[in-house]
Structure formats: structure tokens, C-alpha cells
């Protein structure tokens, strides 16, 4: 009868151990999904973030669109728009591949108020800009008083 006791109490000892041995598997994988579920969420933010940071990037194929929207919309807001240079920045080619820099001039004709709309409006395109300078000037020999400007910026581009 000891015999059978004792039987049973390493039998009880195996299962107890097997037990155990399952418990922590499974707390294991527990922590696994957690984890995958939490590299899953932080990949999805990024991919988030970094499609609204390419959006503001213009890409070296993406200039001569962008620079005949630029112009568009000096027409929409009425004014007479011309780009008088589009250049790339040698220098800094030499130095780095990219970003590229492109210095753009643009030259518009219209009323005071085409203009300062025009203005904001570069100031706020979804690419990024950087305006390097605004000459703005009256032309009141004419009749009806035209304001010219000449806008100079950069764009930083990507292959």
C-alpha cells in the first residue's frame, strides 16, 4: 500500500511539473502576441508618419508639375505669372547626392491682393518650400496701378 502511495504521489509530481511546464509556455506566447501586437501598432504609426513626411518631400520627377502648378495658381488668383529660372545647385551636388537643392524665380503681374494671396499660398503649398526673397513693386504709370513681384525659392529634392 506504501508502494501504491508513493506511485501516486510522483506520479501527481509528473503532472504537476508537466502542468507547470505547459503554464509557462503559455505565458510565454502570451507575452509573445503581446508583444508582436505592440511591434505591429508601432510599425503602423511610423508607416503613418512617414508617408506624411514623403508627402511633403518633392521628388527630382515631381519639379516640372510643381512648377507649372506654382504658375496655375498665380493664374487662379488672377495674376499674370512667368517662371523666369529654374536652377540646380551645383555646389551642393558635388558635396552630397541628395536632396538636391532647385532655386525657382517666378515673376507675376496683377492686383495687391492677387499678390498677398499668392504669397500666402506658396507659403502654405503641401510640398516644402523655402522662399528665399519677395521683391514687390508699384507700377502706377499705367492707369490701373499693377503690382510685379519676383519671388525666389528652394525646393529640396529626392531621387
Do not use: C
Not at 507649372?68 to 555646389?91: A, H, I, R
Not at 491682393?113 to 506658396?122: D, N
Amino acid at each position: 500500500m506504501l508502494g501504491v502511495l508513493v506511485d501516486g504521489i510522483y506520479e501527481i509530481r509528473i503532472e504537476n511539473q508537466n502542468i507547470s511546464q505547459i503554464i509557462n509556455q503559455a505565458d510565454e506566447a502570451d507575452k509573445e502576441s503581446t508583444l508582436a501586437g505592440s511591434i505591429r501598432s508601432i510599425k503602423n504609426d511610423y508607416q503613418k508618419q512617414i508617408k506624411e513626411i514623403t508627402a511633403l518631400l518633392v521628388h527630382s520627377d515631381d519639379i516640372v508639375p510643381l512648377i507649372d502648378s506654382v504658375e496655375k495658381l498665380g493664374k487662379d488668383m488672377g495674376l499674370n505669372t512667368k517662371t523666369s529660372s529654374v536652377v540646380q545647385d551645383k555646389t551642393n551636388a558635388k558635396e552630397i547626392k541628395y536632396p538636391l537643392i532647385v532655386h525657382i524665380n517666378i515673376e507675376t503681374e496683377g492686383s495687391w491682393a492677387g499678390s498677398m494671396r499668392y504669397l500666402y499660398a506658396l507659403e502654405n503649398l503641401p510640398a516644402n518650400i523655402s522662399i528665399d526673397s519677395v521683391d514687390l513693386t508699384l507700377n502706377d504709370s499705367i492707369k490701373n496701378k499693377v503690382w510685379r513681384s519676383n519671388i525666389a525659392f528652394s525646393i529640396y529634392t529626392f531621387k
